[in-house]
């Protein structure tokens, strides 16, 4: 006899970071899981019965598929949540986590116009979902991460590695003395499950940063200790670094770093945590960097 149907959960943004550690504690955690990207980044071998992908570009809601699923867990840019809303309320789903930014507050002050854009649209977004969502009757939560890594997929520390590990040198503005709490995607994951069926999280938003809080510095130092090389610092002046990262933009994929990222190394963006800690038990693991992806 076949036994109890396990319960659904849709996950959009699968491919992301965040979705790479997410689909496997789901299926631990006895889901039937709805992975929805436009593109399948899965490898071959690597098939899960209790994982079912959609290739869907969610910029069409219509498009979404009919799933009796339990919650939804939004890892795609959080501006595309709101216009699904109604129809996942129309599919009886309820439950919906979705990812913003602390860039929300961190890049409020931005001179930069792209940054400027994209903090309105996080503000916008949250907005719509508090809105929407409280009308439709749904139990919603915002996660806000800091900086996420795993050392593998991420564009931050992963990136930074790469550099080092190419150049052997780091470039450093001023003392880069800002301070930073990198997040790991896997406590990110785990923070999902630890929320889902917690009623105390429902209508809420919470700063998710990491474990530990070290300057960009130090930071930066524990990468060239974890690729066993001997730190070495190129302190560079403002007005180089800007015309640096300008000509990095010209060049293919560079087009989203700006000259404010640099300028950000001495400035702090730390976020507090305790609310998610107190509330569903987020405990998040100081910055440890590895190289070895756990899933190998
Ligand atoms: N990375 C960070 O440091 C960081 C920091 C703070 C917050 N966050 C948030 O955490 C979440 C995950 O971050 P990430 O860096 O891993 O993001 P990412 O690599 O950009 O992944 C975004 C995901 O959304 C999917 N997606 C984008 N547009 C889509 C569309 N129109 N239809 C269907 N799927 C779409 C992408 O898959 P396809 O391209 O295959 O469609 C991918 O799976 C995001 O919400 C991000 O804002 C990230």
């Not at 860039?103 to 792209?114: M, P, Q, R, T, Y």
């Amino acid at each position: 006899m076949p036994g109890p149907a396990s319960p659904k959960i849709v996950v959009t943004g699968a491919t992301s970071i965040i979705g790479y550690f997410l689909l496997p504690r789901l299926v631990n955690a006895g889901y039937e899981v709805h992975a929805i990207s436009r593109n399948r980044r899965e490898k071959p071998g690597e098939t899960d019965k209790k994982v079912f992908w959609h290739p869907v570009d969610i910029s069409h809601p219509d498009q979404l598929p009919r799933i009796n699923a339990q919650a939804l867990i939004h890892l795609a840019p959080l501006w595309l949540l709101p216009p699904l809303l109604p129809i996942l309320s129309s599919f009886q789903i309820k439950r919906v986590i979705g990812f913003g930014s602390t860039s929300l507050f961190s890049k409020a002050k931005s001179a930069n116009d792209g940054e400027k854009q994209l903090v309105a649209r996080f503000v916008t977004a949250e907005e719509d979902i508090m809105c929407r969502g409280s009308a439709l009757k749904m139990n919603w939560t915002i996660f806000r991460p800091t900086l996420v890594y795993d050392c593998v997929h991420d564009k931050n520390i992963a990136v930074i590695a790469r550099f080092i590990q190419r150049y052997g040198f780091f470039p450093l503005l001023g003392k880069a003395l800002g301070l930073r709490q990198p997040v790991h995607a896997d406590d990110l994951a785990g923070a999902c499950i630890m929320a889902l069926d917690q009623p105390i999280t429902f209508c809420k938003a919470y700063n998710l940063s990491g474990g530990e809080t070290l300057s960009y510095r130090r930071m930066v130092e524990r990468i060239f200790n974890s690729l066993g090389k001997s730190v070495r610092f190129l302190s560079i002046p403002a007005w180089l670094f800007r015309s640096a990262i300008r000509v990095i933009m010209l060049m293919p994929g560079k087009r989203n770093m700006t000259p404010e990222m640099a300028l950000r190394m001495n400035v702090d963006l730390c976020f507090d945590h305790t609310d998610a800690t107190r509330d569903f038990g987020f405990s998040p693991r100081p910055f440890l960097p590895c190289w070895e992806d756990p899933k190998e």
